[in-house]
């Protein structure tokens, strides 16, 4: 019988990279363009603009179009959610993961044999996007960004409380938000209004066209205002900002009055991350699984396979081992600057990721 690895493996980057999946001819998440591709997610790190046909949800064609324009890909095909769909000798099937809006794990099966690609996902409820859905399987393809005992993410709604404590406390101060452009900054969003706050948030201009898009797509964000729009400094006064996480080092700062410095990031649990992100006011909100996800994950998939792609490996591996399951790294290349934002100076091995 044939092994999963013999149909289904990393492709080395001089080879587009991601997973190449032989008997149908596509390579899933590849770093480098290729001719045919299907994408997990609009990320990156995942979604590379150059290839020749891209097969994804229509979420993700929609933001691979929207930020990567013209260039996006020679022909895209949307594939919703569910639908399974032939190629070469596969069935490809898309389900959500939980990540971002249109995020899905790639579901293969070749032969009787199904593989499950997750590219990156979490388990918490999340209003921006359809809800991560366990699916049978023969091998489970998990990322392991937070793969370490000591990453818990604690609840979301208490951490944004957090930040409307804050504004309660220096009611005079703007408070800066660093967050991602793609997906965390609406999370944030809409994690405010249900937390009540309805006053209009601030965007630095390279949020707004995301920020459009989820919008369109039904995630209500309620009233968005450019920064370049403010009348003066002091109408930031009290308000709350979102920034790309670089502009938080940068000229653009100057524009708003005594600035408090918060940043959204699982990466945030990391004091040190939180120094080098001159982050005042660490909020841990994460858009990946933390340790006991991935475990939990690991189990609900029910896979006896475990193939580990990007982040903490080692300790992944050891847990799921532990526990029974056969589990290798795959250790796959262009992956760990995760989702980091392209215009983003790199500032350290792996941060940056939008986490
Ligand atoms: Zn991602
Ligand atoms: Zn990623």
Not at 34 to 56: F, K, N, P, Q, S
Not at 148 to 161: K, Q, S, T
Not at 292 to 319: C, F, K, N, S, Y
Request: proline content about 8%; aromatic content about 6%; some cysteine.
């Amino acid at each position: 019988m044939m092994r999963p690895e013999d149909w289904i493996a990393p492709a080395p980057p001089g080879g587009g990279g991601g997973l190449l999946v032989t008997p149908g001819g596509y390579h899933i998440d590849p770093s480098r363009p290729v001719d045919r591709a299907v994408i997990t997610h609009g990320h990156a790190d995942h979604a590379r603009a150059g290839h020749g046909h891209v097969l994804a949800t229509p979420e993700t064609i929609a933001i691979m179009r929207s930020r990567y324009g013209d260039n996006a890909a020679g022909h895209f095909q949307a594939l919703p959610c569910g639908a399974p769909l032939a190629i070469g000798d596969t069935r490809l099937t898309l389900h959500p993961a939980g990540h971002i809006l249109g995020s899905a794990m790639a579901v293969v099966e070749h032969r009787g044999c199904r593989v499950a690609v997750s590219g990156d996902y979490k388990r918490r409820r999340d209003p921006t996007c359809a809800p991560f859905e366990p699916v049978p399987c023969d091998v489970f393809v998990t990322e392991a960004t937070f793969g370490l005992p000591v990453f818990r993410h604690p609840d979301d709604a208490a951490e944004v409380g957090k930040l409307l404590a804050s504004l309660r406390l220096f009611p005079e101060r703007a408070h800066l938000v660093g967050v991602y452009a793609l997906g965390k900054c609406q999370r944030l969003i809409r994690l405010l209004r249900e937390a009540g706050y309805d006053r209009p948030v601030w965007l630095h201009g390279a949020l707004q066209a995301l920020c459009d898009l989820y919008q369109a797509h039904g995630v209500a964000l309620g009233p968005l205002r450019p920064v370049a729009e403010a009348p003066d400094r002091d109408t930031l006064r009290g308000e709350i900002v979102l920034a790309p996480p670089s502009a938080a080092g940068d000229r653009w700062l100057r524009r708003l009055p005594d600035p408090r410095i918060a940043m959204a990031s699982g990466w945030m649990r990391v004091r040190a991350r939180a120094r080098q992100r001159n982050a005042e006011l660490p909020l841990v909100i994460s858009d990946h699984a933390d340790w006991d996800e991935l475990l939990q994950t690991i189990a609900d998939m029910g896979a006896p396979e475990v193939w580990i792609t990007h982040g903490r490996e080692e300790a992944l591996m050891h847990a799921a081992t532990a526990a029974g399951y056969r589990a290798r790294a795959l250790a796959l290349v262009g992956r760990g600057d995760e989702d980091e934002e392209p215009d983003l100076p790199a500032t350290g091995a792996t941060d940056g990721a939008d986490a």
